[in-house]
């Protein structure tokens, strides 16, 4: 085994040490994503994110000409069985239920590059979560973690699509792990569960989908259905999160399991991805969809 083949295997060994469900190594090459990824934004598909529209994404030695390689790492965030909501109840996503992501996931990648820097000395990098300057869904995929879905998400065999991504740049190079997935055949049980007709195979346009609705578009909204922050649907029908293991790191918060409208108001949101200014715009339009009074917040 060569000397760079010892330090991944000692970098994976750290990493499943301080609790990544998954690991894997890709390179700095440029999108295989590019055309579809200019139709998209010629399209305006971005909605209001307009910072997703910079094709510099899709070029990593644009942003970092000094990466050689990127260590992408997930996190199971699967809460086990959910009940299903009855009665007057709102919904909350998954990731949403849970202790913010980004602050448990940050300190796990602070932990590990110290670990990479202890092994590999004088190395520079960064490390990302939910804020990578590039597509990294396809990152993970590239770097063997698992294929993109008909509903455009990263799925593991293992652990279906409830897991957070994050990522480390290195000038130190590593070897691509890249792997082949059977994927997601003549399934489309996403497409056909979207109850806003935001997916297509492969493809997804976020100004329809409600999980921007809720937690990104400004102003009013409508939609369907019960979803207060976030959206589950297209994960729930997929037969590739049925019967999952429970996520040993993220554990899902009591009050936010399909609390009832008419206890929102008491809930602390603390701790949590989700913004209260947001989800109670949301809670009017969930209350409109159970047939109740407006104006009551």
């Not at 190594?25 to 305006?44: G, H």
């Not at 070029?59 to 790492?73: C, H, I, R």
């Not at 997601?184 to 997916?199: E, H, K, N, Y």
């Amino acid at each position: 085994m060569g000397p760079c083949r010892m330090v991944e295997e000692k970098i994976k060994n750290k990493a499943k040490e301080i609790g990544f469900d998954l690991f894997g190594i890709a390179s700095c090459e440029p999108s295989f994503y590019l055309d579809y990824f200019r139709k998209w934004i010629e399209e305006k598909r971005y909605g209001e994110m307009r910072y997703l529209a910079d094709e510099r994404r899709a070029y990593p030695l644009e942003v970092f000409p000094w990466a050689k390689s990127v260590v992408v790492l997930g996190v199971n965030y699967n809460p086990g069985e959910i009940p299903p909501p009855e009665g007057k109840v709102g919904r909350i996503a998954r990731y949403a239920m849970v202790e913010d992501y980004h602050r448990v996931i940050k300190s796990m990648l602070k932990r590990l590059f110290e670990e990479i820097k202890s092994l590999v000395p004088g190395v520079h990098g960064k490390f990302f979560v939910d804020s990578s300057p590039f597509f990294e869904k396809e990152l993970g995929m590239r770097a063997g973690l698992g294929w993109i879905g008909k509903n455009t998400l990263l799925i593991n065999p293992r652990f279906g699509s409830y897991f957070f991504l994050g990522e480390i740049v290195l000038d130190y190079p590593l070897s691509p792990t890249p792997k082949e997935f059977k994927g997601c055949g003549d399934c489309d049980l996403c497409i056909q569960a979207c109850p806003t007709g935001a997916l297509s195979p492969y493809s997804l346009d976020p100004r329809k989908c409600i999980a921007y609705l809720t937690t990104v578009k400004k102003g009013k909204v409508e939609y369907p259905g019960n979803f207060l922050y976030g959206c589950d649907i297209c994960q729930e029908v997929c037969p590739w999160n049925k019967g999952r293991e429970k996520s040993k790191i993220f554990k899902p918060i009591e009050e936010l399991i399909n609390p009832g409208v008419e206890d929102i108001m008491k809930i602390s949101f603390k701790d949590t991805v989700i913004r209260r200014s947001l989800l109670l715009r949301n809670l009017e339009v969930v209350r409109r969809n159970h047939g109740m009074v407006e104006g009551l917040l």
